[in-house]
């Protein structure tokens, strides 16, 4: 494996891209700054003296992407098409997890964009907060998936804080959450589908479904968002309030529906 | 029906179910018994350990059912079964499958039958944890073939 910033004196190169065909590329980094919970409070209730923090921060992640080329030495400059910024405030956690995902039909992967935007995403959070804490710690800024390009794509697969169930739920007990506002089904991913579309549970809209049955709910979701469309696979299984169920399988308000990749116990 | 079903986080002892299945019991004949346990070889040769995931109240209900089919299907006396999930290492026991009837064959049979779709229906999934990293295992085709032998 060649390092391929590196030329063969082994001095910093800018690779030439011109002769690399244009795809579709595609990268979601992630990273969390973690705070006191006293913090994060404020934070959520919108009481912190900076004012709105997180759409400044959604701001400045974007601005940071678009400006990658200028702070990475051997970065090209990209039209990216797409940056976008997600927050989740993590009681649990005492932190907030900042995702950015970056796309662009290019001849250049955009994982450093999408990092760029994740590490000022975290810092701007920072430079918000830092009036009330100091305390307040930037952790594990990673890359989460690429798309596209000769490389092939990549997953990170290996996550470190794995939970043992799904589900508030204790063994053998289902939760109900709280009841939806206007109809609605609660949408579950398990174990690896889980970590492949990078989200536990979705509570989803029934205006929103084309169809009332698992068909057009699986429609819905790949509309919001590409990684989705992985739940049109063969293999993946689904199941209505915890029974069994295929495509054409009638969806009610309050159905729990969850999508799990063929089962391995035993 | 007497089909005893747990989903558990605890380690089970070795002798977990005898007890259970034939205490003040004088009418039992046979009692077979199957122990899955954490093998240190699968999909890498060196697994250091692995996580069970399952989906719950959907995994009791699953394990229960496959305990009522093969409830009709035998004449049997008692059914125990036993899942372990989270964190497990090489030499755990992962599953115990516990069947007494008054002769050997129904509890043979429904043993063998209670396991093939347990690793076939129960929403359990295991990924390992070895010195080349974390993966999901993936299903096999040859439990999905041994489920249909039922059928």
Same mark, same amino acid.
């Given at each position: 494996m060649q390092l391929t910033h590196l030329n063969t004196r082994g001095e910093a190169n800018m690779v030439d891209v011109g002769d690399k065909r244009e795809t579709r590329r595609e990268a979601v980094a992630s990273g969390r700054i973690i705070m006191q919970p006293e913090t994060l409070k404020l934070l959520s209730d919108g009481e912190l003296p900076k004012g709105d923090v997180i759409a400044t921060a959604r701001i400045a992640g974007i601005q940071a992407a678009k400006r990658t080329h200028e702070l990475i030495p051997l970065c090209h400059s990209l039209a990216l098409s797409k940056v976008s910024i997600e927050f989740e405030i993590d009681q649990e956690g005492s932190c907030v997890n900042v995702t950015a995902l970056c796309r662009l039909?290019?001849?250049?992967?955009v994982e450093m964009e999408a990092l760029t935007a994740v590490s000022v995403a975290c810092l701007t959070l920072y430079d918000m907060c830092? &009036?009330? +804490?100091?305390?307040m710690r930037i952790d =594990?800024?990673?890359?989460e998936s690429k798309h596209g390009g000769v490389r092939g794509d990549y997953q990170r +697969? =290996?996550?470190? &804080?794995?939970?043992?169930?799904?589900?508030?739920? =204790?063994?053998g007990e289902v939760t109900l959450g709280e009841r939806c506002a206007s109809p609605c089904v609660r949408v579950k991913f398990l174990a690896e589908l889980r970590e492949r579309v990078g989200v536990s549970d979705i509570v989803l809209d029934l205006e929103q479904v084309p169809s009332c049955d698992i068909a057009g709910l699986k429609a819905a979701l790949s509309q919001r968002d590409?990684?989705?469309?992985?739940? =049109?696979?063969?293999r993946t299984l689904c199941a209505i309030n915890q029974v069994m169920a295929n495509d054409s399988a009638r969806i009610t308000n309050e159905d729990e529906v969850a999508f799990f990749p063929p089962v391995t116990g035993g | 029906m007497n089909i005893r079903v747990y989903v558990q986080a605890t380690p089970f002892a070795l002798a977990d179910g005898y007890e259970q299945v034939l205490a003040q019991r004088t009418d039992i004949g046979a009692v077979v018994s199957f122990t899955g346990l954490v093998r240190d070889?699968?999909?890498?040769?060196?697994?250091t350990g692995l996580t069970l995931e399952h989906y719950p109240g959907m995994t009791e209900r699953t394990l229960e059912s496959i305990g009522e089919q093969a409830w009709q299907r035998w004449s049997l006396q008692a059914v125990y079964i036993v899942h372990r999930v989270g964190y497990l290492t090489p030499g755990d026991p992962i599953v115990r499958v516990l069947v007494a009837s008054a002769h050997r064959r129904e509890a043979f049979e429904a043993c063998d039958f209670i396991m093939d779709f347990l690793k076939t229906q129960a929403p359990f999934w295991k990924k390992e944890h070895s010195g080349q990293g974390e993966y999901w295992v993936k299903e096999r085709t040859t439990d999905t073939q041994d489920a249909a032998r039922w059928t």
């Open positions: 039909n290019g001849r250049t992967g830092k &009036a009330v +804490d100091k305390d =594990a800024v990673q890359l +697969d =290996a996550r470190p &804080a794995m939970p043992i169930v799904t589900g508030e739920g =204790a063994t590409p990684r989705f469309s992985v739940l =049109a696979d063969q | 070889f699968n999909e890498t040769p060196d697994v």
